[in-house]
Every structure is written in C-alpha cells, then in structure tokens.
C-alpha cells in the first residue's frame, strides 16, 4: 500500500506526489488542467498539420520512439507532451486531410469526443450493471436503435457493442456455429460458410478460432461489380448438401473492403432461409447507409439477416474503437452467455431481481463504454446528420469516378456503390506486369513525399491502388489532386524504367 488509511481529514494525502496524479476530487483542479493542455496541444498541433503524413519511414519512427528512456519519467504533463510530439504526433497520419485516401479511417465527430472524455474520466465498465448504472440502458437503447434501423422488431432483437468488425463478425460466426451444432447429425468438420471471394478476412480467421475445418469458407465468385452471384451461391449450397456437409452459414457483405460493394442482399437472403442457413451481413463499411436519406433502400433485405456487423468507427465518423453485433432473434445470444459466481452468478447471486448484465451477450468481460460516443453523437447533431455525411462521401466518391471515367492515363475499375476507387496507371510502352510492379513504387512514392496517402489491393490477379474516401469535407478537387499525383509520379518512375 502506498499510504495508511488516512484516519485524519480527507484531504492529508492531498500533497503525497505519488497520488497526485489520481483522478479524485482533490485533484479535480489537476484533471482540468492536464487535460485541457491535451486538448489545447491537439488544437494547435492541428493548425499547423499541412499535409495527412510526413512520410516517415518505419526505421525514423522505431529510432525516436526507442530514444525514450522509460525508467525516467519527466514528472509533467508539458514535457511529455512535448516528447509525444517528437515521437508520435509530429509524424503521425491526420485523417482529417484531403489527401488522405487510403484505407477506412475517418475524420472523428467532436460529439463523440466529449464523449471519450467522460468515457475515461468515469471510467465504467459494461460488463454488469454494478459497474456502469445507466450506461447499460444507454447501450441497450442504442442496441435496439440500430435494430430498428436495420428493420429488426426491436421486440426480439438485441445484440452488444465490440470492439470492431473483426470481433463482431467472429461472434456472429460463434452463434451461428452453435445453432448449426443444436441440430441432430451435424459435427464441427462438416461446417460449411458460404461468403464471396471478397468478404473479410477476419471470416475466415473466425473459422479458424472457432475450430472449423481448414476448408470450412468456401469461396463464392462474384459478378463484375465484385457482387456475390445469386446462381453461384445457390449452386455451392447445392455442393454443401450433396457432399453430405452442413450450411453453416451464408456472409453477405454489405460494403466490401476493397470495393465497397453490396452483395444483393434479397436473392441471399431467399437463399438462406431456402437452406435454413443462418445469414450474416457484415456491414462494417456500408452500415453508415443506415442513416441515409436517400441511399437507405441500397441495404434493402438486411432485415432478413439473422445477425449484422456494424462499425460505427467507419462511416458513422466515431473515434476507434465502436462496433456492434446485432442479431435478429435475442435468443441466439444466450450461445456466448457464460456465467462466473463474481459476475454474473446464474442465479443472479440471491437477489430478487437479477441485474441486466451485458456480459452476458459478450465475448469480452471488462468493456468500455464506446456507445456513450454514438450516443452523444445522436444527442448532439441527429442521425440524419450524419448520414448526411455518408451521402457527401458517396457523392463524392460518383463525382472523382465521372471525371476520370475516360482518361488516358488512368484506368478505373468499377463505378462505386460506396466510396472506394480502385485505379492503375496507363503508361505507354508499359505491359500489365510492369504496372504491376509500379504500382507499390508509385504508393511508396506517394508516401514519402506527404501529400497524399492511399492504399493498394489486388484484383484477379493484378495490383491496383485503392482510394478509400471517407471525409465528407474532402471536394472533387482534393481527390483530383490525389490522382494527378499518382498519374505524375506514375510517368515519372515509368520514365526511370524505360530508361
Ligand atoms: C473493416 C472491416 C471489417 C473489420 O472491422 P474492424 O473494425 O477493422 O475489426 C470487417 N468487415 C468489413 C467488410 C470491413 O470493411
């Protein structure tokens, strides 16, 4: 222990240096100032960004960083900030730039900053109701929100906030496994997932965890918008049952990584319940059109969907980390619940009304409250507002496509249904393969110089540069400028090959 129990006033252990910096009303005074420095620092550091990257390298990044020596603390919140600058935020990635086209990250809402202050201030945790009070009827109003949304009977559906598509998808995939594993006849090894060639990786990792055979998410082709085939997936069901194997389940993908396309949920759908096959639809990119007004009818048949991912952390314009699994029957939740005496006791512990303890829909136990973000957000400025947002990236992402749809010196893969443009440089003299090889050079190119980010992804085969735009505040211009760049450094290292 640090100190005896104070027996005298409160306030003795006020001045003990050790405890100073504990969040406590004494130190509010202290809090407010720290914390204010923070906020005050990042003001000013954003007024001087100029550009989304500095482009450092990974070995200046590790040497400064390594340079820190952490058994010598420097005792104030100022110094060490000013180290952060040094370490990390001098040439850290600013999302908020124009230039910044790469993968799914967002410009934040200051709503849902307030909300982390207060979120890490207070401290809760949501696992049980004796760690958080109100902050578990905050998340379940949300919870049921969402559903209603999706067009789930916010009766009967429920569902919990995660850390990330990645953890709501694998506890999608958990619920589905043990459904699938209820029926008579079906062993683990036989468990089939059906999902497009273009469906997150973290499916096949959830196969993995949970234990499903190597061969376990079969690979449905897509059309020519990266679109899952109805007849191709009908005819892989058709393969599962004759080869003696269990439909586990079907994952549709609404908004692709890459793409950012929509699988067509109806035909998927019908073919699902067809084979009595659990349906899940990973919305972690595309669930910001929930909130659109004029681009909603685009996840049309989600609510036939037994569970749903959706990251609020993409195109709902929430800080890292905010996601959520709902499921359309509350009832399937009960295959992740799990009971321990000093949480969530089965028979809730000898009281007379068992607390409402989400820890019981988790794969995790101690959780932050990421819903306060979404809900201060809602509260703040309206989910109109911020799928007004959405439409501006998805207008935005149409307009750049229009005015490169012909140009010589670019070649553009499919028109957009969200807002990702994936492109490869024409180059005179150049075959495919030459470009191919560019393509990381023109990317690494862009890097290092600053301006402009984006990222690079292969299609059937070839490499291809992908602009993921999420930043309803970037214009055709700035998006413009990004591809002039990778045009003119395209031609200039085409120059260096040819020569
Ligand atoms: C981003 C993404 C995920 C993973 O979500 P994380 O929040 O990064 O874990 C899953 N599915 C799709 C389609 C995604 O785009």
Redesign the pocket.
């Known amino acids: 222990m640090l100190v005896s129990h104070p027996t005298a006033s409160p306030r003795a252990h006020a001045d003990d240096p050790r405890l100073r910096h504990l969040l406590h009303p004494d130190h509010a005074g202290e809090y407010e100032t720290a914390t204010r420095l923070a906020v005050t620092h990042l003001a000013s550091t954003l007024s001087r960004v100029r550009g989304p990257v500095t482009g450092s390298s990974p070995a200046r990044a590790a040497a400064s960083v390594d340079a820190v020596d952490l058994d010598l603390p420097l005792g104030c919140t100022t110094q060490a900030l000013a180290e952060l600058d040094r370490v990390w935020l001098d040439d850290t990635v600013w999302f908020h730039e124009p230039g910044y086209a790469a993968h799914?990250n967002c410009p934040v809402l200051i709503p849902a900053l307030v909300a982390e202050v207060l979120v890490s201030g207070v401290n809760p945790s949501l696992d049980t109701f004796d760690q958080s009070v109100g902050g578990t009827f905050i998340e379940r109003r949300l919870v049921q929100w969402v559903a209603e949304r999706i067009g789930f009977s916010s009766e009967r559906a429920d569902g919990v906030f995660t850390s990330?598509?990645?953890?709501s998808?694998l506890q999608a995939l958990h619920l589905a496994r043990d459904r699938a594993l209820e029926r008579p006849g079906v062993w683990p090894a036989r468990l089939r997932i059906l999902a497009s060639a273009d469906a997150?990786y973290?499916v096949q990792r959830s196969a993995r965890l949970l234990g499903l055979s190597e061969d376990a998410v079969l690979s449905v082709p897509v059309d020519e918008r990266r679109r899952m085939l109805p007849d191709r997936l009908s005819a892989a069901l058709s393969e599962v049952v004759s080869a003696g194997d269990s439909v586990m389940a079907v994952v549709a993908?609404a908004?692709?990584?890459d793409h950012g396309s929509i699988d067509p949920l109806p035909a998927l759908a019908g073919l699902a319940r067809a084979h009595d096959a659990w349906l899940h639809v990973?919305a972690?990119?595309g669930g910001g059109l929930l909130v659109s007004r004029t681009r909603r009818h685009l996840l049309a048949g989600i609510e036939q969907a037994d569970s749903v991912?959706v990251?609020f952390?993409?195109t709902w314009f929430q800080p890292v980390s905010c996601?959520a699994v709902i499921v359309r029957e509350r009832r399937h939740l009960r295959h992740v619940a799990a009971h321990a005496d000093y949480l969530n006791p089965r028979d809730g512990g000898g009281a007379a009304v068992s607390a409402p303890n989400q820890v019981d829909k988790s794969l995790q136990t101690t959780r932050r409250f990421d819903a306060l973000k979404l809900w201060l957000t809602l509260r703040v400025m309206g989910a109109e507002a911020i799928g007004d947002l959405v439409d501006a990236i998805v207008d935005l992402a149409a307009a750049v496509h229009a005015r490169y749809a012909v140009d010589d010196r670019i070649e553009l893969h499919a028109a957009p249904e969200l807002s990702t443009l994936l492109l490869r440089p024409r180059c005179p003299g150049l075959d495919a393969d030459d470009v191919d090889r560019l393509v990381p050079r023109i990317r690494a190119a862009l890097w290092s110089a600053g301006a402009h980010v984006v990222a690079a992804t292969v299609v059937d085969g070839r490499r291809w540069l992908k602009l993921t735009l999420l930043n309803p505040m970037a214009e055709v211009d700035d998006i413009a400028s990004v591809i002039e760049g990778i045009a003119e450094t395209a031609a200039a290292l085409a120059r260096t090959e040819a020569a």
Request: hydrophobic fraction near 10%.
């Open positions: 799914l990330g598509g990645t953890q998808n997150h973290s993908t908004g692709t990584t990973d972690a990119y991912t990251d952390h993409k996601s």
